[in-house]
């Protein structure tokens, strides 16, 4: 069912809307930005193939088509997923409140604890930032995670949060059973 694949994971975007969650997965699978993004309708994922440590993975990165504007994600978006990636904006501190909500929602819902996270800030190439870099690292080193600043506009930081999420995912072998 693999194919030619070692490992097929399932990587989740999750956070406010508006926060720039289809931008970083346009900007990561087609390495482009649109100032103007409509809000997300239709895409449920797109797929990139990526080679690290010898394996050939295939990735599905899930965008959240939207829904997270009503503030909660349905069960099945979580379902089966290997790694999150927590996405808010620095310029936006609302969006880093409720990271919290997010996380209960993702531990609600995920069928594995073990998912990997991390917790990524966009839209540093802004200048109105209202969270600084030690209080998302605070939060970050709660969740035993890493934290990452990212702009999808610039493309600054973006193939470091997804290599990260990808190496966090081989080093956590209940992920890699199945
Ligand atoms: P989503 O609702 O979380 O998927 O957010 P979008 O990806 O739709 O982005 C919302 C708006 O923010 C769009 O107008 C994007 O162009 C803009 N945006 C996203 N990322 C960045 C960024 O890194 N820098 C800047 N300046 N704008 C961004």
Redesign the pocket.
């Known amino acids: 069912m693999q194919g030619h694949y070692d490992h097929i994971f399932k990587i989740l975007l999750i ?1 406010d ?8 997965l346009l900007r990561f699978t087609d390495d482009a ?5 409509a ?2 309708i239709g895409v449920d994922f797109k797929v990139k193939t990526v080679h690290m440590r010898g394996k050939t993975l295939k990735l599905t990165i899930w ?1 959240t088509a939207g829904q997270e504007r009503f503030r909660t994600l349905t069960s099945s978006y979580y379902r089966g997923c290997h790694g999150i990636i927590l ?1 808010f904006d620095v310029n936006d501190r609302p969006s880093f409140e409720h990271l919290r909500t997010w996380l209960d929602e993702f531990e609600l819902y995920a069928t594995s604890a073990a998912a990997a996270k991390l917790l990524v800030g ?2 540093v ?2 200048d109105a930032r209202e969270v600084t870099v030690e209080e998302a690292q605070a939060f970050a080193r709660q969740q035993a995670t890493m934290y990452i600043e ?4 610039t493309r600054s930081g973006i193939l470091q949060a997804f290599d990260e999420i990808v190496q966090k995912v081989l080093d956590t072998p209940e992920l890699l059973a199945d």
């Open positions: 956070g809307a508006g926060v720039g969650k289809s931008s970083i930005f649109e100032e103007h993004l809000s997300t965008d996405v966009n839209k190439d802004l990212t702009s999808a506009k």
